[in-house]
């Protein structure tokens, strides 16, 4: 059956043809659709779990006890998964594993440009790189029975753009697949012992992947006009067709480690001037040079940002695209909250206190701009609390008030951790704990606070005062911050004490089905002009010939800028 699919959508469908019996992800963009995909299809076992590392953890087990498995995650996913990835390299695998990363080159939604091709060659595990739809469902599939092969786990590379783009492709039927389990301690238990018996092991594995990859059948050569040779992979190679066609010849990486020698040499002997095409770093080309291999790279490209056709048209063959540029610069289109969200009241709030706010990584960074602009610092995810913790002890007699703000997926994720930390070493840390309901910037998925598994089933939902009080949090407190002053108060109260204490910011993301505000807001001839409530930043409120506006396409009717106004100038349609 050939049907256009999503890249990660075929990813999700060659691992489920391929037999897959465990699948658990944290979501993260631009990788979250692989697992959503997943639910979809009648696959044994499909979840979201709290972090990656669990993820990870629960896909090496469904491995090690014979259930072909797949964890996916976005490029920092892959950061907090690092330590089981590492050792499931020395453990080797039972049955297939499958290790999905979805790199973000350009930082579309990221906090950084990491290249998860150094994680292959750190850990000493297999990569492959897609370039499109049909080849993340052929690599996908064909990942678990390479895995096994090898003993070893492989790690498929995504990018924004393969993951996120759509192109044709043949499926077929799921074919079932399992393994016994046998006890066997030497090879699934790291201590120092085994482990030290395991990498020799590892590092003989590896010499035979790197004789698999001469001729494998995710590398390949394509001749044309041999003036220019071209080492390339993954979207990067659809640019550089698209761009040179058969004015240059290519060798497509899809195994991009361990890097084929013998191939690699080959292919430059038969062309006259060779360039290395790879977004981020210069993983290709340092390792092309190390053979004494004349080749052209970063010099001529960058190692920053996405890379396209035009790009490589103008380093490659000098050429810039001919096209219609605009008469004037298009007006900049800045990230803003959603109208309705309930983190404006936090930030609105924790601005006018004047606090040192230290963020975190989800919606509510966006908390970071004007004319909210209250966030001070953001870093990773469940970072805040440990950052304002660091910025209490360091700044023990400051007059300005320090909180950490984070979400209720990303307090699960990893800042539960950063509040025992707080307790234990006898911080008085202030904790916002911003408890929307779902987990909102990846695109409303559920999470152990929702009380639903990724398949919409009721299951035991965590209790966010049960769990900060049995940490040690004596002041657990609940507040609408939609209620702008009482919420002022409780801030104010809790930031006076001296020991820790946590805030949940209680109130529904506005997008979910489930939130339903009556009517839309209006503007009164009560407005003077005083512009208090573009203060909020409503993305509905707009201004003009001297008065606040109302653009009812955007306005969900939640009221929130009403208290902003004191002149009541703000009111509400009937519905």
Request: aromatic letters at 6%; a negative charge.
């Amino acid at each position: 059956m050939k049907e256009i699919m999503l890249g990660n959508h075929a990813v999700a469908r060659g691992a489920y043809e391929a037999g897959v019996k465990v699948a658990s992800a944290y979501p993260g963009t631009p990788s979250t659709e692989i697992m959503e995909y997943m639910a979809t299809l009648p696959c044994p076992h499909v979840e979201w779990a709290p972090n990656e590392k669990v993820a990870a953890e629960t896909a090496i087990g469904s491995s090690i006890a014979g259930g072909r498995a797949i964890c996916a995650m976005k490029h920092v996913g892959l950061n907090v998964a690092a330590d089981p990835l590492f050792t499931a390299a020395y453990t080797g695998v039972n049955a297939g594993l499958l290790i999905c990363v979805a790199d973000d080159p350009g930082m579309h939604s990221s906090q950084n440009e990491q290249d998860s091709r150094n994680y292959a060659r750190a850990a000493k595990v297999i990569m492959l790189e897609p370039s499109d739809s049909n080849e993340c469902y052929i690599y996908a599939k064909n990942a678990f029975s390479l895995s096994e092969k090898f003993d070893l786990p492989v790690i498929l590379r995504l990018s924004t753009r393969v993951s996120h783009s759509q192109s044709l492709v043949e499926t077929g039927e799921r074919e079932e697949f399992s393994k016994p389990y046998e006890k066997n301690p030497g090879k699934y238990v790291m201590m120092p012992a085994m482990a030290k018996r395991r990498h020799p092991e590892l590092e003989n594995i590896l010499t035979e992947v790197k004789n698999y990859a001469q001729d494998c059948e995710f590398n390949k050569i394509e001749y044309h006009d041999k003036k220019i040779g071209i080492i390339t992979s993954g979207i990067t190679y659809q640019y550089a067709k698209e761009a040179l066609g058969d004015k240059a010849s290519y060798l497509k990486l899809g195994m991009v480690y361990p890097l084929p020698e013998k191939l690699i040499s080959e292919f430059s002997k038969n062309v006259d001037t060779l360039y290395v095409a790879e977004e981020l770093d210069d993983f290709f080309e340092e390792y092309i040079k190390s053979l004494g291999i004349k080749v052209i790279g970063k010099e001529a490209f960058t190692k920053i940002g996405e890379y396209s056709a035009d790009l490589i048209r103008k380093v490659i063959l000098k050429e810039e695209q001919k096209g219609t540029a605009p008469d004037e610069a298009l007006p900049a289109r800045p990230p803003v909250m959603c109208a309705g969200c309930p983190h404006r009241g936090t930030f609105y709030a924790l601005k006018s206190l004047g606090l040192t706010v230290c963020g975190d990584i989800g919606c509510y960074t966006l908390g970071t701009l004007e004319p909210l602009a209250s966030v001070d610092s953001c870093v990773c995810m469940g970072a805040s609390i440990g950052l304002a913790h660091g910025m209490d002890k360091a700044i023990e007699n400051s007059s300005k008030k320090t909180v950490a703000v984070l979400g209720d997926s990303t307090f699960i994720h990893s800042g539960i951790t950063g509040l025992i930390n707080v307790v234990y070493n006898k911080g008085n840390t202030t904790v916002i704990i911003l408890d929307n309901s779902i987990t909102g910037m990846t695109g409303h998925q559920d999470n152990p606070l929702t009380g639903k598994t990724i398949k919409g089933e009721p299951t035991k939902q965590v209790n966010l005062v049960m769990l900060c009080k049995a940490i040690g949090v004596e002041n657990v407190r609940i507040a609408d911050p939609f209620n702008i002053e009482q919420f002022k108060k409780v801030v104010s109260e809790e930031i006076e004490k001296d020991e820790p204490s946590v805030i949940i910011a209680q109130r529904p993301c506005a997008l979910l089905k489930s939130v339903k505000y009556e009517g839309k807001m209006t503007v009164t001839d009560k407005c003077i002009g005083c512009k208090m409530c573009l203060k909020i930043g409503c993305p509905a409120i707009h201004f003009k010939d001297g008065h606040a506006l109302i653009d009812k396409t955007q306005c969900n009717g939640c009221g929130f800028c009403q208290q902003i106004c004191k002149l009541k100038a703000l009111g509400k349609e009937e519905a």
